[in-house]
């Protein structure tokens, strides 16, 4: 690793992990946050937070044909329509500078998930991407994340 992020700027760090802390009790199902986190890594290429979010969904039961086919989604039948509409509203958001955030995109989301939700997954998909650049950035090493039990 680079340098001690957490340690060079606690506040910020913190402040980061408040954001996540309220994300995980947000109306938003944390199985899917774990495959937009881990679908939005994928596209960043974060190997750090590949590692963490297939760990972490593996540990709440996701299936393994699942995480997988995600980064082929479109064409493999495993995902509802719900998170069909969350990955593309994820990779929309993820790679913006090119999609620009679709109108087709934000509608299909918008039938599938309410105001207040809309609103939790792209500040998941947001912290998400702010997370894949520090660990990019600061080489975090893949592997050595433990996922911890459901409680």
């Given at each position: 690793m680079r340098m001690?992020?957490?340690k060079a700027a606690p506040e910020v760090y913190k402040a980061m992990l408040a954001v996540e802390a309220a994300l995980h009790a947000s109306s938003v199902e944390i199985g899917l946050l774990h495959l937009v986190k881990l679908r939005a890594s994928q596209i960043n290429g974060c190997a750090f937070c590949i590692d963490m979010h297939w760990k972490?969904?593996?540990?709440?039961?996701?299936?393994?044909?699942?995480?997988?086919?995600?980064?082929a989604w479109r064409e493999s039948p495993f995902y509802s329509e719900?998170?069909?509409?969350?990955l593309e509203w994820t990779e929309a958001l993820t790679l913006v500078s090119q999609?620009?955030?679709?109108?087709?995109?934000?509608?299909?989301?918008r039938k599938h998930f309410d105001e207040k939700q809309t609103a939790e997954l792209?500040?998941?998909?947001?912290?998400?991407?702010?997370?894949?650049?520090i660990a990019i950035?600061?080489?975090?090493?893949?592997?050595v994340y433990q996922a911890k039990k459901p409680s």
């Open positions: 001690n992020y957490p972490d969904a593996r540990a709440i039961g996701e299936t393994e044909i699942r995480l997988y086919s995600l980064d719900k998170e069909r509409a969350a999609t620009h955030a679709p109108d087709d995109a934000f509608e299909e989301v792209s500040w998941a998909i947001s912290l998400i991407n702010a997370w894949n650049r950035g600061f080489r975090a090493t893949p592997g």
